[in-house]
């Protein structure tokens, strides 16, 4: 058994896959995380007939100011969706909270604003964005599969 | 319960129609290893998951599935929407046309619809966990397929973000493999399912 003990003992056993989990890697700026498809540059692999296609939501010129407000929406948002699948693998990560936290402040600050000059994109941002509204907008902007304001 | 944002999770804009791009591309909507299939693996797979976490996990992976269902519709939908019955005609998108016009339904590269039987939930915690694994690298080499041949950079950039997020998400899972495994006798991770053998399993917990 002596055999045995030692084998079983360590990470990895017979019949078992494992993985390393991961450890905090300094992330992206939160504005770069939806170009790269993750905010962790540890998980950015890259694939090579994809490395050359010319990055359109990071052009800021010639974008209306609109389009500008929404990418910013999208890229927080999306640096959030990333956070929050670590954050459920690893939720004792003090790094991980913090930058949700600031995030997600950040999030509601530009959702309420964007209702405000524009349309809603969320339901409770109709509020927050326009309290003093006398008309229901949800129905207002265009439908996103349109590709409206990219 | 799920909420509706007025956004896609990565924008799609595309100016060229392209029914040939949209037939292929039309596999991540209803095919094997497409987005609709992967919302409904985890999110079906997730309500009997022995880990709390895993289950949690699950339930925010398969809510990102469904946004990525989301974008591919939306490309399916921009590259077919100003379609002429010439253009169906010539690029071998004509089948498709005859039973939804220029509709968008879920189907394979291939033709064959939508069905459950592309994905399991099989009750058995590790199985599961293997089954996504699996599930995100096949994902990936649809998206890394479907970058070879197609060229519109209107196209791409979306997809390459897509196949970015599989890989991500296969470490996601293997983390919730690891998190699975720590609750089990490394001796035998086999001696019972934890997810059916609930006594057992928190007998072993305690």
């Given at each position: 058994m002596g055999f045995l003990d030692d084998c079983c003992n360590t990470g990895e056993t017979l019949a078992m896959a494992s993985l390393p989990l991961q450890e905090w890697c300094e992330p992206y700026d939160w504005k770069t995380a939806l170009s790269n498809g993750t905010i962790f540059p540890c998980l950015n692999m890259e694939f090579y007939k994809a490395e050359k296609i010319p990055c359109s939501i990071c052009k800021e010129e010639g974008q209306s100011d609109q389009s500008k407000k929404l990418n910013e929406i999208n890229a927080v948002s999306f640096a959030i969706n990333d956070l929050t699948l670590y954050l459920d693998t690893h939720p004792d990560c003090k790094n991980g909270l913090a930058l949700f936290k600031e995030l997600t402040q950040k999030r509601l600050e530009l959702l309420a604003d964007y209702a405000k000059q524009y349309n809603p994109l969320t339901q409770s941002s109709m509020i927050t964005g326009t309290p003093e509204t006398e008309e229901y907008g949800w129905a207002k902007g265009p439908v996103p599969w349109e590709g409206g304001h990219v | 319960m799920w909420c509706y944002e007025k956004r896609l999770q990565f924008p799609v804009k595309i100016n060229k129609t392209c029914p040939k791009t949209a037939q292929l591309i039309i596999s991540q909507y209803g095919g094997p290893d497409g987005e609709l299939s992967a919302s409904m693996r985890y999110l079906a797979q997730r309500?009997?998951?022995?880990?709390k976490k895993v289950g949690g996990l699950m339930t925010d992976i398969g809510t990102e599935e469904i946004n990525h269902m989301e974008i591919i519709c939306a490309m399916v939908y921009q590259l077919t929407k100003n379609l002429t019955p010439e253009e169906a005609k010539t690029a071998g998108f004509d089948a498709y046309y005859i039973d939804h016009t220029a509709g968008v339904w879920p189907q394979a590269a291939a033709g064959v619809p939508f069905t459950a039987?592309?994905?399991?939930?099989?009750?058995d915690a590790m199985a599961d966990l293997y089954e996504d694994l699996a599930a995100e690298q096949k994902a990936r080499t649809v998206y890394e397929n479907l970058l070879r041949v197609i060229e519109d950079p209107d196209v791409r950039e979306p997809l390459k973000f897509l196949r970015a997020r599989e890989i991500v998400h296969f470490q996601r899972f293997g983390e919730a493999l690891e998190m699975t495994k720590q609750k089990l006798d490394s001796k035998n991770f086999y001696y019972f399912n934890p997810e059916f053998d609930k006594k057992m399993f928190h007998q072993e917990e305690q």
């Amino acid at each position: 058994m002596g055999f045995l003990d030692d084998c079983c003992n360590t990470g990895e056993t017979l019949a078992m896959a494992s993985l390393p989990l991961q450890e905090w890697c300094e992330p992206y700026d939160w504005k770069t995380a939806l170009s790269n498809g993750t905010i962790f540059p540890c998980l950015n692999m890259e694939f090579y007939k994809a490395e050359k296609i010319p990055c359109s939501i990071c052009k800021e010129e010639g974008q209306s100011d609109q389009s500008k407000k929404l990418n910013e929406i999208n890229a927080v948002s999306f640096a959030i969706n990333d956070l929050t699948l670590y954050l459920d693998t690893h939720p004792d990560c003090k790094n991980g909270l913090a930058l949700f936290k600031e995030l997600t402040q950040k999030r509601l600050e530009l959702l309420a604003d964007y209702a405000k000059q524009y349309n809603p994109l969320t339901q409770s941002s109709m509020i927050t964005g326009t309290p003093e509204t006398e008309e229901y907008g949800w129905a207002k902007g265009p439908v996103p599969w349109e590709g409206g304001h990219v | 319960m799920w909420c509706y944002e007025k956004r896609l999770q990565f924008p799609v804009k595309i100016n060229k129609t392209c029914p040939k791009t949209a037939q292929l591309i039309i596999s991540q909507y209803g095919g094997p290893d497409g987005e609709l299939s992967a919302s409904m693996r985890y999110l079906a797979q997730r309500y009997s998951m022995p880990i709390k976490k895993v289950g949690g996990l699950m339930t925010d992976i398969g809510t990102e599935e469904i946004n990525h269902m989301e974008i591919i519709c939306a490309m399916v939908y921009q590259l077919t929407k100003n379609l002429t019955p010439e253009e169906a005609k010539t690029a071998g998108f004509d089948a498709y046309y005859i039973d939804h016009t220029a509709g968008v339904w879920p189907q394979a590269a291939a033709g064959v619809p939508f069905t459950a039987l592309e994905f399991q939930s099989k009750g058995d915690a590790m199985a599961d966990l293997y089954e996504d694994l699996a599930a995100e690298q096949k994902a990936r080499t649809v998206y890394e397929n479907l970058l070879r041949v197609i060229e519109d950079p209107d196209v791409r950039e979306p997809l390459k973000f897509l196949r970015a997020r599989e890989i991500v998400h296969f470490q996601r899972f293997g983390e919730a493999l690891e998190m699975t495994k720590q609750k089990l006798d490394s001796k035998n991770f086999y001696y019972f399912n934890p997810e059916f053998d609930k006594k057992m399993f928190h007998q072993e917990e305690q």
